[in-house]
């Protein structure tokens, strides 16, 4: 991933939208304590993203958008507001009502997280990005504070919609919406 934004730092690449599942995994941002409690059957991976830990997996669609700040777009606060309302855009395309929190970044339904969101930014070029619970096995967050939060404060679409859309249906929603908001 950094060499891609390197390149696109350096202009010989364009932005990028990287989409995946992963396998299961923590991840452990900058944020995390010391003493954080960690799940012993999952690997756990340090990254360079902001955010305590949170886990990925099957059933989550993570996004990483490598993305060059162009002069006047370079405020950060703005740049994560707007990866919320494509989630909440994205949400509400099926249905649900997606809003902010005040005081921890993502996107919540019913007062509880369906995406979160952990960023980097190197020579203005943004990576890391959003992870959005479409069928995740949200028991996987059990073991440690996902966010610094309670486990039981997650869910997913499909806890939400009593069915699960398809990655495909949840990633081309999600692309649109990064585009239009992120790219344009």
């Known amino acids: 991933m950094m060499e891609l934004v390197n390149a696109i730092a350096d202009g010989e690449k364009p932005d990028h939208l990287l989409f995946c599942e992963l396998d299961p995994v923590l991840t452990v941002g900058r944020a995390t304590p010391k003493d954080a409690v960690l799940d012993p059957a999952l690997p756990v991976r340090q990254v360079s993203r902001g955010g305590k830990v949170t886990y990925h997996g099957p059933g989550q669609l993570v996004v990483y958008p490598l993305i060059f700040l162009q002069e006047g777009r370079r405020d950060l606060h703005a740049y994560l507001r707007a990866l919320e309302e494509a989630l909440i855009q994205t949400v509400g395309e099926f249905g649900l009502k997606g809003v902010r929190d005040s005081r921890n970044t993502g996107c919540w339904v019913d007062g509880k997280k369906i995406a979160s969101i952990g960023v980097a930014v ?10 959005l619970n479409v069928f995740t096995d949200l028991s996987r967050f059990q073991n ?14 499909k806890n939400q919609l009593e069915f699960s859309p398809s990655i495909a249906q949840i990633q081309s929603q999600l692309q649109h919406k990064l585009n239009e908001l992120l790219c344009s």
């Open 122 to 131: 190197r020579r203005w070029v943004t990576y890391h990005g959003l992870a």
């Open 144 to 157: 440690f504070d996902p966010c610094g939060l309670e486990a039981s404060l997650l869910t997913s679409l």
